[in-house]
């Protein structure tokens, strides 16, 4: 496997643009000097033996230098033995409720906000595990089969929002339900199932779809967001906020549903948690996550990496090399050599 130790480096490389350039401006303006100063045609008559190709030929191996100097700085690498290792993984599904409810700010900045940051804490204490994605409203969507690809994980929960939702409500059943068919059948015991919601509607086939999950080996945590005070449900349209209103016209109070979410995970063989400190909260989590048994995976890995920097720098100091020997000139003497090369 391939690799630069020091890949930022490489940014460096961008230079090389603005210094052929600038190599370009120099020429031109001493072009544009030497006719100031008299007849053009004469000039070039008198410094007939100055080569403008083989100048341009100095500075390219100045720029080739210079590129395999930040080259070597950035040390590339090279894989040379690989190991086949054996880890601990589990199979986790995450259920982030999407609903409108999830706008309330009776948390600060609001609940997605708070539950997305949340999430991410998450996945960095679930490296090695494989991962899936369903966001739930008034259906379930799939996001993210399980898988290792924690980067577009992150991606997806950062982009969550209720317009991705094509119904309102708030049904947890569905995320159950279809959270079971991506876990599949296979060793049932290392599958966990984590619900990020308020709970807001009261639905007992959520229960129900708990508890049948769990007969299948799901073991299901749920994480309540909000508060039970509740507040109202920020909406905008045209510009403008307003708040969400029911068919009365009184503005809806979303709350915090903690007994539904705690029937849930009881049935589901897990435990609920309050999302009100969220670094207690993933401690406590991981440390549940941690007891589930967990299958045995093998895992490729580079365990020693050879370094080629120095023959890139010996490539750079033979270019400079040549650059100094290198003349623009064709049989001048060394007076008019050291005027023109000044």
Same mark, same amino acid.
Do not use: C
């Given at each position: 496997? @391939?690799? +630069? !130790?020091?890949?930022? *480096?490489?940014?460096?490389?961008?230079?090389? $643009?603005?210094?052929?350039?600038?190599?370009?401006?120099?020429? /031109?303006?001493?072009? %544009?000097? &030497?006719?100031?100063?008299?007849?053009?045609?004469?000039?070039? /008559?008198? +410094?007939?033996?100055?080569?403008?190709?083989?100048?341009?030929?100095?500075?390219? $191996?100045?720029?080739?230098?210079?590129?395999?100097?930040?080259?070597?700085?950035?040390?590339?690498?090279?894989?040379?033995?690989?190991? #086949?290792?054996?880890?601990?993984?589990?199979?986790?599904?995450?259920?982030?409720?999407?609903?409108?409810?999830?706008?309330?700010?009776?948390?600060?900045?609001? /609940?997605?906000?708070?539950?997305? @940051?949340?999430?991410?804490?998450?996945?960095?204490?679930?490296?090695?595990?494989?991962?899936?994605?369903?966001?739930?409203?008034?259906?379930?969507?799939?996001?993210?089969?399980?898988?290792?690809?924690?980067?577009?994980?992150?991606?997806?929960?950062?982009?969550?929002?209720?317009?991705?939702?094509?119904?309102?409500?708030?049904?947890?059943?569905?995320? $159950?339900?279809?959270?079971?068919? *991506?876990?599949?059948?296979?060793?049932?015991?290392?599958?966990? &199932?984590?619900?990020?919601?308020?709970?807001?509607?009261?639905?007992?086939?959520?229960?129900?779809?708990?508890?049948?999950? +769990?007969?299948n080996g799901i073991y299901t945590? #749920?994480?309540?967001?909000?508060?039970? !005070?509740?507040?109202?449900?920020?909406?905008?349209?045209?510009?403008?906020?307003? @708040?969400?209103?029911?068919?009365?016209?009184?503005?809806?109070?979303?709350?915090?549903?903690?007994?539904?979410?705690?029937?849930?995970?009881?049935?589901?063989?897990g435990k609920f948690f309050l999302?009100?400190?969220s670094s207690s909260v993933l401690?406590?989590?991981?440390? !549940?996550?941690?007891?589930?048994?967990?299958? !045995?995976?093998?895992?490729? %890995?580079?365990?020693?990496?050879?370094?080629? +920097?120095?023959?890139?720098?010996?490539?750079?100091?033979?270019?400079?090399?040549?650059?100094? &020997?290198?003349?623009? &000139?064709?049989? #001048?003497?060394?007076?008019?050599?050291? *005027?023109?090369?000044?």
């Amino acid at each position: 496997m @391939f690799r +630069f !130790e020091a890949s930022g *480096i490489l940014w460096l490389l961008i230079l090389i $643009i603005p210094a052929l350039l600038w190599f370009a401006f120099l020429l /031109r303006y001493k072009k %544009s000097k &030497l006719k100031q100063a008299g007849h053009y045609p004469t000039i070039q /008559r008198l +410094f007939s033996n100055w080569s403008q190709g083989k100048a341009w030929l100095k500075y390219g $191996i100045t720029v080739f230098a210079l590129t395999a100097m930040i080259i070597a700085w950035a040390n590339p690498q090279w894989g040379s033995r690989t190991e #086949t290792v054996k880890i601990k993984s589990s199979d986790i599904v995450i259920a982030l409720d999407i609903s409108q409810s999830m706008l309330a700010e009776d948390i600060s900045p609001n /609940r997605m906000e708070r539950a997305k @940051f949340m999430l991410s804490e998450l996945l960095k204490k679930l490296r090695g595990d494989r991962v899936g994605l369903v966001f739930f409203a008034g259906s379930a969507y799939l996001q993210m089969p399980l898988s290792n690809d924690f980067a577009s994980a992150e991606t997806f929960i950062r982009s969550a929002n209720p317009s991705q939702a094509g119904t309102q409500g708030t049904v947890i059943a569905d995320a $159950i339900e279809l959270s079971q068919t *991506i876990f599949g059948d296979d060793s049932p015991s290392q599958k966990a &199932l984590i619900i990020v919601s308020d709970g807001e509607n009261h639905e007992t086939e959520a229960v129900e779809a708990a508890q049948e999950a +769990f007969d299948n080996g799901i073991y299901t945590f #749920t994480l309540g967001i909000g508060t039970e !005070e509740g507040a109202n449900i920020p909406v905008i349209k045209g510009g403008k906020r307003f @708040f969400k209103r029911d068919n009365e016209g009184q503005a809806v109070v979303s709350s915090l549903n903690v007994n539904n979410l705690q029937n849930i995970a009881e049935a589901g063989g897990g435990k609920f948690f309050l999302l009100n400190n969220s670094s207690s909260v993933l401690s406590q989590l991981e440390g !549940e996550l941690e007891r589930l048994e967990k299958k !045995e995976v093998e895992q490729r %890995s580079f365990t020693d990496y050879n370094s080629y +920097f120095q023959y890139f720098i010996f490539m750079a100091i033979l270019a400079l090399a040549v650059e100094l &020997l290198l003349s623009t &000139l064709k049989g #001048t003497s060394d007076k008019l050599k050291s *005027i023109l090369t000044r």
